[in-house]
């Protein structure tokens, strides 16, 4: 049967197996190798997370201590890389810049055999935040920034080189909690995409850029941006509530709502919306929250969707001063540890990945040469 709009997009098929993440899983909801996501958003550390998916359990302190050693490590950037982000224009896309800083690393630190490949994904987790920033500043302060910073959490890594000042504990305690609830969601686009490439038995990186690629659309991780411009344009809850009737009206997409796997609700947005309020209100100015609560009002009323994990985390983001331009790229930074989580788990147990298609072109067709063609 060739697939309809509505059945189209592989929606409801299993394509694989994974030990790595539930989504929406009755009696269990989004959990990690087993961890319900609450627990983990409210008891652990990215760094803890990014453990137990990329090496396959939960550190012990001792680990953890060498682990975010280790990750402190990594941080710097080779001097050919420098050259290559300098190189992006100043206009280009940040998630572009991501891409283009995975791919060139894969030509300067090969991955080679597969023995490297938990090197490769600490590598990569510790060094993105590096190149994003390092592009962002050469081009907004016209600086060669240093990269290694000795702050011990990647959130906090990544908040002090964009603001060239440490962080407070709170907004570094959110971004750190975003980047968990960020870090794995099973067969999304994005990792199936690494998956495939993985599957031919190419490199890490080259999986990692393909995922990058398929992270950035709005349909995926670009939503995040979108529902930023979405809120900023109303200056008002009243404003908001019309606004977003008449875009419905004219069946336009209301970025940062509904889901391809929940039906109900986002399991992500609750702690995101909790966060945003938090930070609304250390702001002193409530407009965005209340902008965005009147949004998520509608969607639900007028069609029964809900906020996804994007809505909120635009504006958590945007109160600790992130450039919205840069929310995709900090999705990268987090997804990076189940995307690299993913390609390990597709090679211990690999098949080409290699679906059939319906074809639904003409039938048999005599070729007619060139000079003889109307
Ligand atoms: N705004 C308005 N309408 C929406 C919508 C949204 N965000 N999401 C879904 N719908 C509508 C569709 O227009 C469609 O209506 P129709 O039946 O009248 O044609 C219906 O709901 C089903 O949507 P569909 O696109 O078939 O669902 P999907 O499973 O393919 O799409 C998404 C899932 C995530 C791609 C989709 O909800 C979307 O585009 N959301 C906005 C982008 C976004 O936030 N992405 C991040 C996801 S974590």
């Known amino acids: 049967m ?13 394509a694989g197996s994974t030990a790595l993440c539930t989504v929406g899983k009755e009696g269990a909801g989004l959990t990690y190798r087993g961890y319900d996501i609450y627990d983990l958003a409210d008891n652990a550390s990215f760094e803890e997370v990014a453990y137990l998916l990329t090496h ?10 060498a682990y975010i050693a280790r990750l402190k490590t990594l941080r710097g950037l080779p001097e050919k890389l420098r050259q290559v982000l300098e190189m992006i224009p100043a206009n280009a896309h940040p998630m572009d810049v991501q891409r283009t800083g995975v791919s060139f690393l894969g030509n300067i630190e090969p991955e080679g055999d597969f023995s490297n490949q938990v090197a490769v994904a600490d590598r990569l987790l510790a060094c993105l935040p590096s190149m994003l920033l390092y592009w962002h500043r050469f081009h907004q302060d016209r600086t060669r920034i240093e990269t290694e910073t000795d702050d011990d959490s ?17 907004h570094r305690k959110c971004l750190d909690t975003t980047l968990i609830l960020y870090a794995e969601h099973e067969f999304n686009a994005s990792t199936f ?7 031919t038995l190419s490199d890490m990186h080259s999986a990692i850029t393909g995922a990058i690629g398929a992270l950035r659309g709005p349909l995926h991780g670009g939503a995040n941006e979108a529902a930023m411009a979405l809120i900023e344009k109303f200056s008002s809850a009243d404003e908001a509530t019309a606004g977003v009737l008449g875009m419905l009206a004219r069946k336009e997409l209301i970025m940062g709502f509904g889901h391809r796997v ?12 909790r966060m945003s309020k938090m930070l609304a209100n250390e702001a002193g100015d409530m407009t965005l929250y209340d902008v965005s609560e009147a949004v998520e009002k509608v969607m639900w009323d007028e069609k029964k969707l809900f906020a996804n994990a994007d809505f909120f985390a635009a504006s958590v983001y945007h109160f600790m001063g992130i450039p919205t331009y840069l929310f995709t790229p900090i999705f990268v930074c987090s997804r990076i540890t189940g995307w690299t989580a993913h390609v390990m788990e597709q090679r211990a147990n690999n098949k080409l990945i290699r679906p059939a298609a319906d074809y639904i072109g003409p039938g048999l067709q005599k070729f007619v040469p060139i000079d003889e063609r109307k």
Do not use: C, Q, W
Request: hydrophobic fraction near 30%.
């Open 2 to 14: 060739t697939a309809s709009k509505k059945t189209g997009g592989l929606a409801g098929v299993t």
């Open 56 to 65: 396959g359990k939960l550190p012990n302190p001792a680990e953890l201590a």
């Open 154 to 170: 990647v959130a906090g890594h990544f908040l002090h080189l964009l603001h060239d000042k440490p962080p407070s504990e709170r």
């Open 193 to 199: 995409a690494g998956r495939v490439i993985t599957g």
């Open 262 to 273: 929940y039906t109900t609700s986002d399991p992500r947005n609750a702690v995101n919306k």
